[in-house]
């Protein structure tokens, strides 16, 4: 690959806390405009290298952002896989949309731009019905959508996404991963998620990293999610099935 087709360059990136290593030298390229996927096995450090990237985690080595259109880094998205807040608090998904943009107290009235702005972004997301509903009262599949058009409000060009459809029944997945590769090809942007469904990702993803504290194969899909990757990734409790038969499930294949 081409330098200038990278988005994110990963150079020999290590962590360690409390003096284990979680990362030890990860080398990887993140391509211009993918849908990038990392997968591996719980503790692989897959959240881990997301935090260093959006610098919530210290690091060693090097990670290279491409510039982005106005010359400084790329502008950032980033949807976590959760967020904490108080179910109870008298919060509507238009507030929170505007809370952080707004300077006036939202108990004056919220803008009307800014209302404007939001309603858009929650139609983005196919949210719209959303907007007046508390906060506390959504399903994990409508906060994700809403913690989607959040991170849309900063006109992402690069897109980074912590399991995004944990707890999301697999209709709702589906959905969800639509609707990711419709925002991506309308607006332009790098997308960078972590995740476990490996049927999501032949399915979605056009790069893949695999990742178990250090890269052990990247490339597509059908390139690096073979059965012996698969085995030395995720270990005994994959080789309880047939990885052959699993990913023909993956790929919507008939078995052999």
Known sequence: ???????????????????????????????????????GPNGAGKTTLLLALIGEMRYRGEIDVRAGKNGGPLRLGY???????????????MEFLVMGIQKRPLWLGIRPS??????ELLDMVKAGHLAGRRLGNLSGGE??????????????ELLVLDEP???????????FCE??????????????????????VFHHA???????????????????????????????????MNPHAFLSDCKGEPHA
């Not at 290590?14 to 997968?39: K, Q, Y």
């Not at 906060?143 to 992402?156: C, F, H, N």
């Not at 609707?179 to 309308?186: I, V």
């Not at 942007?189 to 999501?200: A, E, I, N, P, R």
Request: glycine content about 8%; overall charge negative; some cysteine.
């Open 1 to 39: 690959m081409e330098p200038n087709d990278a988005a994110i360059t990963f150079r020999d990136v290590s962590v360690h806390r409390s003096g284990l290593p979680i990362l030890e030298h990860v080398d990887a390229t993140v391509p211009r405009g993918s849908c990038t996927v990392i997968v």
């Open 79 to 93: 949807v976590p896989q959760r967020i904490s807040i108080d179910r109870g608090m008298p919060l509507t998904v």
């Open 165 to 175: 459809s944990a707890g999301v029944d697999f209709q709702g997945e589906h959905l």
């Open 114 to 119: 800014l209302k404007r702005r939001s309603l």
């Open 206 to 240: 056009t790069h893949v990293i695999c990742l178990k504290r250090r890269v052990f194969a990247e490339g597509t899909p059908d390139e690096v999610l073979t059965p012996e990757n698969l085995m030395a990734l995720f270990g005994m409790h994959m080789g309880l």
């Open 179 to 200: 609707l990711l590769d419709e925002l991506r090809l309308s607006q332009g942007f790098t997308q960078l998620m972590v995740s476990h469904d490996l049927g999501m």
């Open 143 to 156: 906060m994700q959508r809403v913690l989607l058009a959040l991170a849309l409000q900063q006109e992402p």
